[in-house]
């Protein structure tokens, strides 16, 4: 398989690159966050306070520079049942529900502090290749088809001439951002576009939808708004509470770590460099801690934007504190700007890292690889777009693991010879662990074998307690029969396994570091018993 679903410079980066794709990246920010903040039922104000204090946070103080992190759709759709149920459990009108996702932020920076504090996110590694390129692939289709939410006014399909508009403007949104890398590399691509197409929207007086009009069509007013200020959640402190965050937070804390520490690999890949999960898991935490106590709805990395960072050549942590800046900047000062920007410049945007993060070497491996890897990517692209990316990964990781469980079962082998004294030797090749021990155990022949029987496992490890319940199955058959058997060449750890499993298991161990035992000292070994 390919490294990576996209070619991305391996250049370190400059102060300047930084600075025009963080710019970049607010201005992508505020659409998605806006969005996000109606799905999860809360104020457009607490999506854009989320995305500031996420991309700060783990910008600052997270594992992987030039991963941007906000208000995520994932997490979003967990947060409108919080939300509505939560509005039920305090009086009418009081938003009571809001109050309550603060609270569980609070809970789920705690965990997932705890998650970076006890190394849990080395278990990243355990996710497969073809998880990944599902994951990515998932990904890019939930993206592209949140963005065809805003090709509707007042829940409706625009038709007609505005329609036709704002396809164009799309369109040539994207044809800006494959020709100005081509005339000059270093230039931001995707800042240019979106200015040019705001001019020309401006200067022809094309009408088409903007991010004020967006807004407004949700039920909202504005982008405009105050510094988030300190306020500890107003829900009673009583079991009752506890009891109803607690599912949340796990849920929540779930679906951000995995969605960071997927997008950080990702990332990892792409930039050639290597970030840190754990830490990245503590800063992840910090910034949900905080988002419960300023007012934010939370989040955890945002792949999309992650590579519009990148790809316009975002690589320090500087590029996150741009961004994360220029979102409050926008806030306070400059919303009548940003609320005048087309939405078709920021939709085109969307669709270019669509294109971008999609792993298109999925067509080139159909015909290389396993089946059963094609059909993990699968099924974990159809699980992230129907359902949410943790199910997708779990699911994927799972069904890796029984398929490599089969796939290994199958490869115990075992080789029989009788030597010039009668004795049967059983060179066993292949993992021995729960699923193979049926094979395993159909190998042997007690009924016909001599009464001393060698098992050599030089070629073979003993994995877990069902392997040493199926030795101990075979001694009982042997004993019963009134033969020996004697196990041989165990590496040290099996050996160890063994012995402390020797309750249960009563199985002659022959030590042989040299992994040769010779027939005479063989005989003397039985004669000393």
Not at 67 to 76: E, F, P, Q, R, V
Not at 109 to 117: C, F, K, N, P, R
Not at 125 to 154: W, Y
Request: hydrophobic share 50%; proline share 4%; glycine share 10%.
């Amino acid at each position: 398989m390919e490294s990576s679903p996209i070619l991305i410079s391996p250049s370190k980066g400059s102060v300047q690159n930084d600075i025009f794709s963080g710019i970049t990246v607010a201005l992508a920010l505020v659409p998605e966050a806006v969005a996000f903040a109606f799905v999860a039922g809360v104020s457009p104000l607490v999506g854009l306070y989320g995305a500031f204090i996420m991309s700060l946070i783990t910008s600052l103080f997270g594992g992987r520079p030039g991963m941007i992190s906000g208000a995520t759709g994932a997490m979003a759709v967990v947060m409108v049942s919080l939300v509505s149920e939560g509005n039920l459990m305090g009086p009418v009108g009081g938003n009571a529900g809001l109050q309550y996702l603060f609270f569980t932020l609070l809970a789920v920076g705690i965990l997932q502090i705890l998650a970076g504090v006890f190394k849990l996110g080395k278990f990243i590694r355990l996710v497969p290749r073809p998880v990944m390129m599902g994951f990515v692939n998932g990904l890019a289709l939930v993206i592209f088809l949140s963005q065809l939410n805003m090709f509707k006014a007042g829940g409706e399909w625009i038709q007609g001439s505005s329609l036709w508009l704002m396809l164009g403007l799309v369109a040539l949104t994207l044809f800006l951002l494959f020709v100005i890398p081509k005339i000059h590399k270093k230039a931001p691509g995707a800042l240019i576009a979106i200015i040019i197409v705001s001019l020309l929207v401006f200067f022809v007086g094309l009408d088409t939808a903007t991010v004020l009009s967006f807004i407004q069509h949700n039920g909202g007013e504005g982008i405009k708004g105050t510094l988030p200020y300190f306020a500890f959640p107003q829900v009673p402190l009583n079991i009752e509470t506890l009891t109803f965050i607690l599912p949340y937070a796990l849920i929540l804390t779930a679906i951000g770590l995995i969605e960071s520490l997927m997008t950080l690999n990702l990332i990892d890949e792409l930039t050639k460099t290597r970030g840190h999960g754990n830490r990245e898991c503590m800063a992840q935490g910090a910034a949900n801690f905080l988002n419960g106590i300023f007012g934010g709805m939370g989040g955890c990395a945002m792949i999309g934007q992650s590579i519009i960072n990148i790809t316009t050549g975002g690589r320090g942590r500087l590029s996150g504190v741009v961004a994360s800046l220029t979102l409050l900047f926008f806030i306070l000062f400059a919303s009548p700007y940003i609320e005048a920007v087309p939405i078709s410049a920021l939709v085109g945007v969307m669709f270019f890292v669509v294109i971008k993060t999609f792993a298109w070497s999925t067509f080139n491996i159909i015909n290389k690889v396993p089946k059963w890897d094609i059909a993990v990517i699968l099924i974990v692209t159809v699980l992230t777009v129907v359902f949410d990316l943790a199910i997708a990964v779990i699911a994927g990781v799972v069904i890796s693991a029984l398929i490599f469980s089969w796939e290994n079962a199958l490869r115990i082998r075992a080789r029989k010879s009788v030597d010039e004294h009668g004795i049967a030797h059983y060179e066993i090749y292949g993992p021995l662990f729960f699923a193979s021990t049926t094979l395993f155990l159909s190998k042997f022949n007690p009924e016909e074998d001599p009464l001393e029987v060698i098992i050599d496992f030089k070629e073979s490890r003993i994995m877990d307690l069902s392997a040493i319940e199926a030795i101990n199955k075979i001694a009982e058959t042997y004993g019963q029969l009134g033969k020996n058997i004697h196990l041989r060449h165990l590496s040290k750890d099996c050996t160890r396994l063994i012995k402390k499993a020797e309750k249960i298991c009563d199985v002659n161990v022959l030590e042989d570091p040299d992994y040769f035992v010779s027939v005479d000292g063989y005989r003397t070994y039985q004669k000393s018993k």
